[in-house]
Nanobody, 117 residues
Framework: QVQLVESGGGLVQPGGSLRLSCTAY????????IGWFRQAPGKEREGVSC????????QYEDSVEGRFTISRDNAKNTVYLIMTNLKPEDTAVYYC??????????WGKGTLVTVST
């Protein structure tokens, strides 16, 4: 069964850091582009970052550029989102996403990040 499972969310103070993980089950993740999205309370889901296959070029939404880093660990079949200098406006449920060669969408169930004092 194809699954994406996110982990690593939690409560962090402003200025803090977290590392989110997106682990794939049932398929080899490095064959696909992977995206991180987030959805804050009362807002639409938005793209945060993505990493291509297999060259690994990356893109970032403007508000996270310079603070977030996306990377792959193919040995662990995992994509990471390293988030630094977190701000209250980064509070959201974070999801990872991919699309397979048959254009089927796969979403994880999300991991909650709360940035607060």
């Amino acid at each position: 069964q194809v699954q994406l499972v996110e982990s690593g969310g939690g409560l962090v103070q402003p200025g803090g850091s977290l590392r989110l993980s997106c682990t794939a089950y049932g398929f080899t993740l490095d064959n696909y582009a992977i995206g991180w999205f987030r959805q804050a309370p009362g807002k639409e889901r938005e793209g945060v970052s993505c990493i291509s296959r297999p060259g690994g070029s990356t893109q970032y939404e403007d508000s996270v550029e310079g603070r977030f880093t996306i990377s792959r660990d193919n040995a662990k079949n995992t994509v990471y989102l390293i988030m630094t200098n977190l701000k209250p406006e980064d509070t959201a449920v974070y999801y990872c996403y991919t699309k397979d060669l048959d254009d089927r969408d796969y979403w994880g169930k999300g991991t909650l990040v709360t940035v607060s004092t």
